[in-house]
């Protein structure tokens, strides 16, 4: 192995940071040997906050109506060949309710940028979820809101909101979404989240058109300073009827080396191995599990919507991505030595006890 990646990868083991030319030196030159080091490191990393657990989420894809136009995206609002969807708030709930039955305490609503969705009808389902499930937790994933819109939708009791910042680049972000939509408002968003209170979750896809080792460096430095409570990454896949169509999937093994660097900057994020990485090889959710991801995000839609919530070419949804195959799931992650946690699974606070300090304030 190259002498130098191997010190950045002892850095970064042992300070969880790097600075951003390292990150870049270290994504040009990971050979073979530097992304075995970086997984062995990662899984050791997580195994001292997480043990082998892997924690699942009932992910419903609410609905595929969006204002947006990402470039990459399959739902975005100019392919008119996308067969449109909504799910009622009752359909909603009843994908709950199934997903409780089948042991899912944390239910994922994402959906595009759909007007339908106003802060009432989303309070209204997220008080109906948390009153039918007191023991759940939700996270929401509904794109670029206000933030009174995100205070309203946390006062009604969700728990999480994930908003992947897509790229750290202003002009990549640019590359990859029209002028109307911009880094910085992205940027605003996430920080009103984390200001309001949510765990929040921020992440990128790899390989994504125009993308360079610098950009991704500028990911991991963004991460590593915003300090998201989850992150979730997947290589880009090309959607047909986007004009990224002919663009290059984005590799799995790169998105592994990702994810178990990320692991090493924040031992204790919530870090799924993404339906993404699960579409591009066979094996690819559990090669993400052993590179350092904890988390699996089964698809609780009801069936009839699935293939409609088509973000890119040949999304799976069957098989152990299917909510109801949980038992598949969970004897493929008891084979890679893994145990699939019932629980809503939050985020471990790792808090360095000062005995002294604590032991004062008490007396004062
Ligand atoms: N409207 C919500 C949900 C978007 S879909 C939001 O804005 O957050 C969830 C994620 O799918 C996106 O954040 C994007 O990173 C990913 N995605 C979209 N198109 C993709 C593609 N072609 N390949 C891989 N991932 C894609």
Redesign the pocket.
């Known amino acids: 192995m190259d002498k130098k990646d191997l010190i950045l990868i002892e850095k970064l083991e042992k300070e969880h940071s790097l600075l951003l030319s390292e990150y870049e030196y270290l994504i040009e030159n990971l050979t073979d040997d530097a992304i075995a080091l970086l997984a062995e490191k990662a899984v050791s990393a997580r195994k001292k906050v997480y043990k082998n657990h892997v924690y699942i989420r009932g992910l419903i894809e609410i609905s595929n109506i969006?204002k947006?136009d990402?470039y990459?995206?399959?739902i975005r609002r100019s392919n008119t060949a996308c067969n449109r969807y909504r799910l009622t708030p009752d359909e909603i709930l009843s994908c709950c309710r199934a997903g409780y039955e089948l042991g899912f305490r944390t239910f994922v609503l994402?959906?595009?940028?759909d007007k339908y969705f106003s802060d009432d009808v989303v309070c209204d389902i997220v008080l109906k979820i948390k009153e039918n499930h007191p023991d759940c937790a939700v996270t929401l994933?509904?794109?670029?809101r206000s933030k009174e819109s995100y205070q309203r939708l946390y006062d009604a009791g969700a728990d999480r909101y994930?908003?992947?910042h897509?790229t750290a680049d202003d002009k990549h972000y640019g590359f990859l979404h029209p002028d109307e939509m911009s880094f910085k408002n992205r940027i605003a968003c996430l920080k009103n989240l984390k200001e309001i209170g949510y765990q929040v979750g921020c992440?990128?896809?790899v390989g994504s058109p125009g993308q360079k080792a610098e950009h991704l460096a500028k990911d991991l430095k963004f991460i590593e300073e915003f300090k998201p409570d989850m992150c979730?990454i997947?290589?880009?896949?090309?959607?047909h009827a986007?004009k990224?169509a002919d663009e290059k999937t984005g590799s799995a093994k790169l998105t592994c080396a990702l994810l178990s660097i990320i692991r090493l900057i924040s031992p204790n994020i919530l870090l799924p191995s993404t339906t993404?990485l699960g579409t591009i090889l066979a094996d690819g959710r559990e090669r993400g599990i052993l590179a350092g991801a904890n988390v699996v995000m089964p698809n609780l839609s009801p069936e009839s919507v699935r293939k409609k919530y088509e973000?890119?070419n040949n999304k799976i949804s069957e098989g152990p991505e299917a909510a109801e195959q949980k038992d598949e799931l969970v004897k493929r992650m008891k084979e890679i030595g893994y145990e699939v946690i019932t629980d809503r699974g939050d985020i471990k606070k790792v808090v360095q006890k000062n005995v002294h300090t604590t032991q004062g304030k008490e007396k004062a």
């Open positions: 969006c947006n990402c990459y995206c399959g994402q959906g595009g940028e994933s509904l794109g670029e994930l908003l992947r897509e992440g990128f896809m979730g997947g290589p880009f896949v090309p959607h986007t990224f993404a973000l890119y």
